[in-house]
């Protein structure tokens, strides 16, 4: 009979002991195992295997063990399988007997384990395909359900409750005064440092009031508002509604006769459509007076001067240009996350990736929008 060999595999780790006798290899786990301390490599078991047809077990100096001696079992047991050695397991814990035995009861599904499947390109192209084509009609089919809710809407047939409508009017605009007016102060600061450094080496530090004026008013007002909305209204619109869906609150309006469209989407579409505007207005309003303060203070300009001069820069068609995209956002915002809430899977990880999603959509497209409404305003002259 030989004698033990020990295997430390490291300082704080268990300790593994082998014994080899009548082609029996007896494994001799000792100390304390536990996940922190780690677990013996299975090699010196692999090297040791040749010549032997069964495999025992010696606890009687094991300390204390938790899931990773349950570990190196299971991972034994499907080592000895694969080199056709028996497993005796008397001499484990019962514990540790009665938790393998629980595990092999339930057989493991059939493609539970992931597979990484190189496919062709050709493969990819297709799926992706596939996917864009039923994201695109399930787009679509949501846009005319809400097309046909604004029918009902001004054909006074839509049921809603009005309560719903006020308390949305009230989310998408009072409570969103705080944070688009820290943005715009800010756009209209950045706009008017951006301008005086070019504008100051021709001695025309005047007009970074025009700068700043038209640039909020046709296009970073609105556009700087639509972003934050889209990242606190739209988000929460299809958190609320994806947690519904979840919650199978959704189906539950339709069993009671309620339709969903009406109920849920028709007063958050309306409600930032009809807010947007006004929001930009204010938008443009903080960010000329952020754009005054870096003139009047910084660059040497009177405010009777950056005054005129701002006025003379505004024109009608400037700011109906950026109260049109302002309603063109705030419906792009609504229609996104109200469609990521509906269409949210049933999990609670899917309400996250809907929420995620809602943002990254709204914002893209209304970047789009931005410059297709900057390309027609050119060819246009407007």
């Known amino acids: 009979m030989a004698k033990p060999a020990p295997i430390q595999e490291a300082a704080t780790s268990g300790t593994l002991s082998f014994q080899e006798s009548d082609s029996t290899l007896v494994l001799r786990p000792s100390g304390r195992w536990s996940v922190e301390s780690g677990i013996p490599s299975l090699s010196e078991v692999d090297r040791r295997l040749g010549g032997i047809r069964r495999i025992a077990f010696d606890t009687s100096s094991l300390e204390s063990w938790d899931s990773s001696l ?20 008397s001499g484990l814990p019962s514990g540790v007997r009665r938790l393998i035995d629980l595990a092999e009861a339930v057989p493991e599904r ?18 992706a395909t596939i996917k864009t084509v039923e994201e695109t009609r399930s787009t679509l089919a949501f846009l005319g359900e809400l097309v046909l809710a604004f029918g009902r809407f001004f054909t006074f047939r839509a049921r809603y ?8 009017v ?12 820290l943005i715009s102060f800010l756009s209209g600061v950045i706009l008017s440092f951006v301008g005086a450094v070019q504008l100051r080496m021709f001695g025309g530090q005047i007009y970074v009031a025009d700068l700043v004026a038209i640039g909020m ?10 972003v934050i909305m889209a990242g606190r209204t739209g988000a929460a619109f299809a958190a609320q509604l994806g947690t519904m ?6 189906d539950a309006f339709k069993a009671m006769g309620f339709e969903p469209m009406d109920f849920l989407v028709l007063p958050r579409v309306i409600a930032l459509t009809a807010m947007m505007p006004l929001l930009t207005l204010y938008a443009n309003l903080v960010g000329m007076l952020g754009g005054a303060l870096i003139g009047i203070g910084m660059l040497d300009i009177t405010p009777a001067a950056y005054y005129v001069e701002t006025t003379k820069a ?7 240009l950026g109260l049109f995209k302002s ?15 509906m269409t949210c899977g049933n999990s609670a990880s899917a309400v996250g990736d809907a929420t995620t999603s809602a943002v990254v959509s709204s914002i893209v497209v209304c970047v789009v929008a931005n410059g297709i409404m900057a390309v027609l305003s050119y060819v246009l002259n407007i």
């Open 314 to 320: 505004i024109t009608v068609t400037y700011v109906l």
């Open 217 to 226: 008013t046709r296009e970073m007002g609105a556009l700087m508002t639509a």
């Open 70 to 89: 349950l570990t190196f079992v299971t991972k034994l047991v499907e080592l000895a399988r694969a080199q056709g050695v028996d497993v005796d397991r």
């Open 245 to 250: 869906k979840v919650t199978q609150e959704i």
């Open 110 to 127: 059939k493609d539970a384990r992931r597979k990484d499947i190189d496919r062709p390109l050709i493969e990819d192209v297709g799926v």
């Open 161 to 168: 409750r009005a309560a719903d409508l006020w308390l949305f």
């Open 170 to 181: 009230q989310e998408a605009g009072a409570k969103a005064l705080p944070i688009v007016t």
């Open 327 to 341: 309603l063109v956002y705030g419906a792009i915002i609504a229609f996104f996350g109200c469609l990521r809430g």
